[in-house]
């Protein structure tokens, strides 16, 4: 079968292409609990109404329509581009009313949320957008998304426990999760060895606390000469979702639970940013690094272990030339959390209001949701739902044994609030100010404590 998929012509492209568009201004978009959009009316939907529909699609993962051409069968896919495109050809292929999905433009994903914001602004939204669990917020509270209805057959209540906090805000679910994504540790086994820092049974214990990960970094360094951890520390937020997950292990938040103000100068704070400078002033790990450069360095055998997230592990099982291995983040404190995040499938509310081209969209996302395990175990996120985590085939697949508890367990999302990806930033941006220019942790966390007040509170 030829594959259906298109890109759409100039007009489309180059308003998804817009950068810098904001949400503000303007009245909100209607909700979907309004005439033709209500939840009944999509719930009601017949047969009839779907045949041949054509919905649009908004994503990121690439451009692969030359190695995807036709193809169905989702074990051929061999990067996150091929398994999404393959997933949509196998969607247009099966289902029975004939719906095709049309992909807007080609925006790869640091640029892919300025293109959303300028289509959401437009007359020609799409009619499924993928976005992340974390960034759902700022979309929810302007009600530019439909409610995920009732009657269609999304099960949400299999869905685990980090994907299920991913698409809901203030009780309601706004979009469909397709995978939870956290980091883990990476694992050199050859050099881990080399240091004497594995079991009896040829295994690696991660640390159970700070002092325990020192000593291990240290008689690391001492005896290969190499970096113990690579956190992207520059120019990256891998550094900061390491200190985000530090807090949470500690029994804390750095967002207080009303999301009205902000606890970044803490007790808790301050000693997950002096573990982080600890490591940077002790050599353990290397300051300079951006995701790139950290990521070669560990593949070219210069480091013990690489903090990094699950979507990796495909790629690091074929191409690392050495014995790798995989297990959970740093769990350093009494409470097990780290980092997560997720993507989703939102339906964008549209002017039309039709209920027939919101079912049709919805029966896309559905198609997706029940497809999270092939997702998962084609690119090495962790499935959105219980049922395909426990499956069989997940659990063979490459090392997913070996983070089980970040998947159903350990997984954090960020806080709930519409401001997040302001706060984010923000995050990074200070952090790196106390190991790339040597500014005090005080002085660091007060500077982000007043910037967040402020941010949270516009």
């Known amino acids: 079968m030829r594959s259906t998929v298109r890109v759409t012509g100039l007009a489309l492209l180059s308003s998804f292409a817009l950068a810098g568009c904001g949400l503000g ?29 054509t919905i649009t699609l908004a ?5 692969c329509l030359e190695t995807t051409q036709g193809v169905t069968d989702i074990s051929k896919a061999t990067t996150e581009c091929e398994a999404i495109q393959i997933l949509t050809n196998a969607f247009e292929a099966e289902n029975k009313w004939g719906i095709k999905v049309e992909r807007l433009g080609g925006a790869t994903w640091d640029s892919y949320y300025d293109g959303l914001n300028a289509a959401l602004a437009s007359s020609t939204k799409p009619d499924v957008a993928v976005v992340h669990g974390a960034s759902l917020p700022s979309y929810a509270k302007r009600s530019l998304f439909v409610p995920v209805p009732e009657g269609i057959g999304i099960d ?44 009896a049974d040829g295994t690696y214990s991660m640390p159970a606390s700070v002092d325990e990960f020192m000593a291990d970094a240290e008689k690391f360094k001492q005896a290969t000469g190499k970096t113990f951890i690579d956190i992207a520390m520059s120019n990256d937020p891998m550094a900061s979702r390491m200190w985000m997950s530090l807090i949470w292990q500690q029994g804390e938040d750095f ?46 055998g210069e480091s013990g272990i690489m903090f990094n997230g699950v979507w990796a592990v495909n790629q690091y099982e074929l191409e690392a030339p050495f014995d790798y291995e995989v297990t959970d983040a740093p769990q350093l404190f009494g409470t097990p959390a780290s980092w997560a995040n997720s993507h989703s499938w939102a339906v964008p509310v549209q002017d039309h209001n039709d209920p027939a081209q919101y079912r049709a969209a919805f029966e896309f996302v559905k198609y997706l949701y029940e497809h ?13 739902s219980t049922t395909a985590i426990n499956s069989e085939e997940y659990m063979a697949a490459p090392h997913r044994s070996q983070y089980i508890k970040t998947a159903t367990e350990y997984g954090h999302m960020p806080p709930r609030i519409d401001t997040w990806p302001a706060v984010g930033d923000l995050i990074q941006e200070k952090l790196e100010g106390a190991w790339l220019s040597g500014q005090g942790i005080p002085e660091t966390l007060d500077s982000l404590q007043s910037q967040t007040e402020t941010t949270i509170r516009e």
């Open 59 to 63: 994503r990121f993962f690439g451009d």
């Open 156 to 199: 949400l209540s299999d869905a685990t426990a980090p994907a299920a906090e991913a698409v809901e805000y203030e009780g309601t679910d706004y979009a469909v999760p397709f995978d939870t994504h956290a980091v883990i540790s990476h694992l050199n086994m050859d050099l881990l060895g080399q240091a004497g820092l594995l079991e």
């Open 255 to 300: 967002i207080n639970a009303d999301g009205h103000s902000a606890s970044m100068n803490s007790e808790a704070a301050s000693k997950a940013l002096e573990f982080l400078t600890e490591l940077a002033q002790k050599g353990y790990t290397d300051t300079t690094h951006n995701y790139d450069a950290s990521q070669q360095a560990f593949l070219r």
């Open 372 to 384: 999270t395990g092939d997702w998962a175990i084609a690119t090495g996120h962790m499935a959105a």
């Open 25 to 53: 201004g303007g009245e909100p978009a209607p909700s979907s609990g309004s005439e033709g959009g209500s939840a009944t009316a999509i719930a009601d939907v017949s047969d009839a109404d779907l045949q041949g529909r």
